[in-house]
């Protein structure tokens, strides 16, 4: 079992920057793959990063690549996504979410997470 806590969210002006972290406990994560999603009101869940716990492979999502970084701690067990040149469309919520045994084609679909945390909204206004 593994407990994810997503934090960091927060309201920033267009052009800004945001971090993110997704605190992990209750077990190591080494085999581990550990993504962020958004869902945005009205709008699917959108795949924006992850990366892969032991490896560090990293995957975006075409809409936030050269924008967003993932990254990991694995002295905290954290995952962070540093949001750099945020825009309007990316207000929404974000919600960190991880599992194991993720295969690389299936990193971005959401139904390959088992564990999920309750997601942090993130406004993007003047």
């Known amino acids: 079992q593994v407990q994810l806590v997503d934090s960091g969210g927060g309201l920033v002006q267009p052009g800004g920057s945001l971090r993110l972290s997704c605190a992990a406990s209750?077990?190591?994560?080494?085999?581990?793959?550990l993504a962020w999603f958004r869902q945005a009101p009205g709008k699917e869940r959108e795949f924006v990063a992850a990366?892969?716990?032991?490896?560090?492979?990293?995957f975006y999502g075409d809409s936030v690549k050269g924008r967003f970084t993932i990254s990991r701690d694995n002295a905290e067990n954290t995952v962070y996504l540093q949001m750099s040149s945020l825009k309007p469309e990316d207000t929404a919520v974000y919600s960190c979410?991880?599992?194991?045994?993720?295969?690389?084609?299936?990193?971005?679909?959401?139904?390959?997470?088992?564990?999920w945390g309750r997601g942090t909204q993130v406004t993007v206004s003047s």
């Open positions: 979410a991880g599992s194991s045994g993720v295969i690389v084609s299936s990193t971005y679909n959401s139904a390959s997470y088992t564990y």
């Open positions: 209750g077990r190591t994560l080494s085999g581990y793959t």
């Open positions: 990366i892969r716990w032991s490896s560090r492979s990293t």
